[in-house]
């Protein structure tokens, strides 16, 4: 992930800087940030025999019988929290943990274990997963009461400049997220008022994944300190576009040294790999929707006409396919050719979304699938006969559908492991039961009266 440091060297230096405190952090099933705050002069201890603590209270994690595990930090994600420096009084680093059990082995509803777990497959095949995350979010103001509610901070739209109020918010962002060793390579306003994006620099799956959740960590602190709300929820605000989080990937030959995706003598500069990967993705595109799309309100997203997709399919330049293979800057092809996976969005864990991904990808791989011909037209414009006489398929509809094709996807289901497997559909049965059981306003609306 990066270069080696010693981590006693590190704990020494983050001392002399200040700092007196350390997040030891990690993300439930659902991709929420948890953490266990040491004294520094404590870290050195929990490199060498790590942290024990109660994994019962988080989501997904273990029994209260068997609730006892151990934090042990990965000293390459060490940085300083740059809202609480050690000049302050109160200086905080962080570290992201991997979970063990008393026997010292990898805990399996660990999510980032989880995807670990497909990255040394992909090594095993010769590969190194390369991902690119775009995280789109919205900023909103609170409401006279101090509530949060989906009020856009500002009324501009995709690449506004002199509308868009959140220029010097993101461009406090953007320092957070360089000061937490997450390299930044553009942040514009997206299409919705009051959406953003900042994407950061294409790299392997752990490392993206490590950045993805320390993201969202960051942007919410620094929106608060803006007297804002920074949501990832994928469609907080009915009829305009909702956040997508377009997942960029590729695979790397370690024997041969180069981007194993790319074949400038092929059509859209695609090797047999890359097709077979992608073919992987479409295959499994359903039974992984679960996991990709996470919430009910994740599927009020996956419509037609707001360029989030919903028919699996792929293409270049047609951005209703589920899969869109990227143009390249000339001279750029080798190292920049990639598929980009656009139905996943930022509410996602991210860690087994990209788990999920390349366990879908390598699938196709190791069977050695063959892609369908691309689609370059725009299926919100094809009528239903259409579409059904191209043999299209539909990413699910709800959630409730979604959480059906994921306990059917074998590959998928294995990628998660049986713990997370059963934690998660669980959490997300609890969750779609809860939402199809209320009465809304819109049937209030449309039926009381009415009948």
Known sequence: MTDQVDPFNQIEAAAARGIRFVQLQVTDILGIVKAVTIPIHRLGDSVRHGTWFDGSSIEGFTRIAESDQYLAPDMSTFHDIPWQPGSGPRGTARVICDVYTPRGEPFAGDPRYVLRRQVERAKRLGYIVNTGPELEFFLFRRGEDGQVKPLPHDQAGYFDFSTDLAQEVRQD?????????????????????????????????????????????????????????????????????????????????????????????????????AKSYMAGILAHARGMSAVLAPLVNSYKRLVPGFEAPTYITWGRTNRSALIRVPMVAPGKSVEGTRAEVRCPDPSSNTYLAFAAMIAAGLDGVERGLTLAEPVEESLFEMDAARIAEKGIRELPGTLGEAIDELEKDAVIGEALGDHVLSHYVAAKRAEWDEYRTQVTDWELKRYLEAF
Request: proline share 4%.
């Open 173 to 273: 962002m953007v320092d957070t997220l360089e000061a937490f060793g997450i390299s930044v390579e553009a942040a514009h306003h997206e299409v919705a008022a009051g959406q953003h994006e900042i994407d950061f620099e294409y790299s392997d799956a752990l490392r993206t994944a490590d950045n993805a959740i320390t993201f969202k960590f960051a942007l919410k602190a620094i929106a608060g300190q803006h007297g804002l709300y920074a949501t990832f929820m994928p469609k907080p605000i009915h009829g305009i576009n909702g956040s997508g989080m377009h997942v960029h990937q590729s695979l790397y030959s370690i024997a041969e040294g180069r981007n194993a995706f790319a074949d400038p003598t092929a059509p859209y500069g695609l090797s047999e790999i």
